[in-house]
């Protein structure tokens, strides 16, 4: 049984940041490819950003180009997305998700998802 639970949402101010952290148990974390997605009220859930098992292929939404980074450590079994830069429009449930292949940017790849944590941002 693999888990996903996300930590680091919460309230920050528009312009500031936040570091969301995946931990994975279960199986091997380095043969998961990793995924951030995010869902705002009222609207449909969102890819955000996936790095590859060995972290040499990372790709973003190009609304969160240059202000969001997702990275990971396979000893620690554990993904992360820093937020730079926040914006009102970042307010949503974000969602960790892991895929045995190669993830994308449609919601069906994906094998696993974590429970969302929410990040609200303030004008």
């Known amino acids: 049984q693999v888990q996903l639970v996300e930590s680091g949402g919460g309230l920050v101010q528009a312009g500031g940041s936040l570091r969301l952290s995946c931990e994975v148990s279960?199986?091997?974390?380095?043969?998961?490819?990793m995924g951030w997605f995010r869902q705002a009220p009222g609207k449909e859930r969102e890819f955000v950003a996936q790095?590859?098992?060995?972290?040499?292929?990372?790709s973003y939404v190009d609304s969160v180009k240059g202000r969001f980074t997702i990275s990971r450590d396979n000893a620690k079994n554990t993904a992360w997305l820093l937020m730079n830069s926040l914006k009102p429009e970042d307010t949503a449930v974000y969602y960790c998700a892991a895929d045995q292949a190669f993830g994308g940017v449609g919601l069906t790849p994906w094998d696993y998802w974590g429970q969302g944590t929410q990040v609200t941002v303030s004008s």
């Open positions: 279960g199986r091997a974390f380095s043969s998961y490819t």
């Open positions: 790095i590859s098992r060995s972290g040499d292929y990372i």
